[in-house]
């Protein structure tokens, strides 16, 4: 099919302390993921399932790729209508809600971008474009979680 692209990683638990998983609190949960031509990135779980807190878990991992795509796709779009962005930062969070069986799932997630740009006159398309790189984000349109954003745009010398 010419329109898709294939993504790969390798992951290697790094967690056997020498038992393997012989029981719940002997095993580490660190890992690294391997995608070809970049550099490995380590993570681990989250602290509250014996995770290593200096590491990301997959959780963080989740939070900061739709906040990446969502920014990578609002980019793009400002870039083609014109609006000049200057600066962009989002405090993205997420709620995780557990099942009463042991699992999980997060309930929703709030991107919160912070944009400055150039024109003041089009302050209104560039928050309008927040729905339409939503839309557009390919992580959020592969996830059923509710994906809220909380946009604050305004012209470079307004934000303090």
């Given at each position: 099919?010419?329109?898709?692209?294939?993504?790969?990683?390798?992951?290697?638990?790094?967690?056997?302390?020498?038992?393997?998983t012989s029981t719940?609190?002997?095993?580490?949960?660190?890992?690294?993921?391997?995608?070809?031509?970049?550099?490995?990135?380590?993570?681990?779980?989250?602290?509250?399932?014996?995770?290593?807190?200096?590491?990301?878990?997959?959780?963080d991992l989740f939070?900061?790729?739709?906040?990446?795509?969502?920014?990578?796709?609002?980019?793009?779009l400002c870039a083609?209508?014109?609006?000049?962005?200057?600066?962009?930062?989002?405090?993205?969070?997420?709620?995780?809600?557990?099942?009463?069986?042991?699992?999980?799932?997060?309930?929703?997630?709030?991107?919160?971008?912070?944009?400055?740009?150039?024109?003041?006159?089009?302050?209104?398309?560039?928050?309008?474009?927040?729905?339409?790189?939503?839309?557009?984000?390919?992580?959020?349109?592969?996830?059923?979680?509710?994906?809220?954003?909380?946009?604050?745009?305004?012209?470079?010398?307004?934000?303090?």
């Open positions: 099919m010419a329109n898709q692209h294939e993504y790969r990683t390798h992951l290697v638990w790094n967690g056997n302390l020498g038992k393997g719940y609190a002997g095993y580490g949960r660190d890992y690294t993921i391997s995608i070809d031509g970049k550099p490995p990135m380590r993570g681990s779980a989250d602290p509250m399932f014996r995770g290593n807190s200096e590491l990301p878990n997959p959780e939070i900061a790729a739709l906040s990446s795509c969502h920014m990578l796709s609002y980019l793009a083609r209508q014109g609006v000049s962005v200057l600066t962009y930062e989002d405090h993205a969070s997420g709620t995780l809600v557990f099942t009463a069986d042991g699992g999980g799932r997060f309930h929703e997630v709030t991107l919160n971008p912070i944009v400055s740009i150039a024109d003041p006159e089009k302050v209104a398309l560039a928050e309008a474009l927040h729905d339409e790189a939503h839309r557009l984000c390919y992580i959020a349109s592969s996830s059923n979680t509710t994906v809220n954003h909380a946009a604050t745009v305004a012209v470079a010398a307004e934000i303090q």
